[in-house]
């Protein structure tokens, strides 16, 4: 079955930088897009970008160009995301999502909160 | 970016009652919307998508309608299951654009 295992809590200071993985089972990897999505309490959902990992392609949200960086690693059917010069703005739960065949998110990772605090 | 309302923000239904919930887009979305529903502490489960299909598994009295730029999710028959939080998502124009997200209830 498909599933998308996501990294631990994280909480990081500010100006520093976070990398958060999501390991992927159960389908091939290469062959979906993977999609990152933050949640923060009250302010809702916002859609970060995605990853196609057959060949590295990216697409991101304006918004976050420069703060957050979208890998994959084939060999371990892992994605990334890198999130930099973090600020309190950033301290979130963060989901990857698999692009289903009918074009919408259709499995999601547990979920990772980031928590920005000195 | 295309700008999602969704309505109610609340809503607190009784066992057996049918609800809607909307989503306004602020252009044409050409029906590329997709519901989903999170449970406290889970990650969102699909239950609608491309405005009107049922996604595999999804319990029967789910249901999507609409079209241009007004669509609603439809729970005909609310059961205890179904508390949580529902949002609606766009897939039509980059960025992809979420809902405010619905919190329902049972009474």
């Known amino acids: 079955q498909v599933q998308l295992q996501q990294s631990g809590a994280e909480l990081v200071k500010p100006g520093s930088s976070v990398k958060i993985s999501c390991k992927a089972s159960?389908?091939?990897?290469?062959?979906?897009?993977m999609h990152w999505i933050k949640q923060q309490p009250g302010n809702g959902l916002e859609w970060i970008g995605w990853?196609?990992?057959?060949?590295?392609?990216?697409k991101y949200n304006q918004k976050f160009n420069g703060k957050a960086t979208l890998t994959a690693d084939k060999s371990s059917s892992t994605a990334y995301m890198q999130l930099s010069s973090l600020t309190s703005e950033d301290s979130a739960v963060y989901f990857c999502?698999?692009?289903?065949?009918?074009?919408?998110?259709?499995?999601w990772g547990q979920g990772v909160m980031v928590t920005v605090s000195s | 970016d295309i700008q999602m309302t969704q309505s109610p923000a609340s809503l607190s239904a009784s066992l057996g009652e049918t609800i809607s919930i909307e989503c306004r887009a602020s252009?044409?979305?050409?029906?590329?919307l997709a519901w989903y529903q999170q449970k406290s502490g889970k990650s969102p489960q699909l239950l609608i998508y491309a405005a009107n299909r049922l996604q595999d598994g999804v319990p029967s009295r789910f249901s999507g309608s609409g079209s241009g730029t007004q669509y609603s999710l439809k729970i005909s028959g609310m059961q205890p299951e179904d508390e949580g939080d529902y949002f609606c998502?766009?897939?039509?124009?980059?960025?992809?654009?979420f809902g405010g997200g619905t919190k329902l209830e049972l009474k």
């Open positions: 159960g389908y091939t990897f290469t062959s979906y897009d």
């Open positions: 990853i196609y990992p057959g060949n590295g392609n990216t």
């Open positions: 999502a698999r692009l289903g065949y009918y074009g919408y998110p259709d499995y």
């Open positions: 998502l766009q897939g039509s124009k980059f960025p992809w654009t």
């Open positions: 252009e044409d979305i050409y029906s590329n």
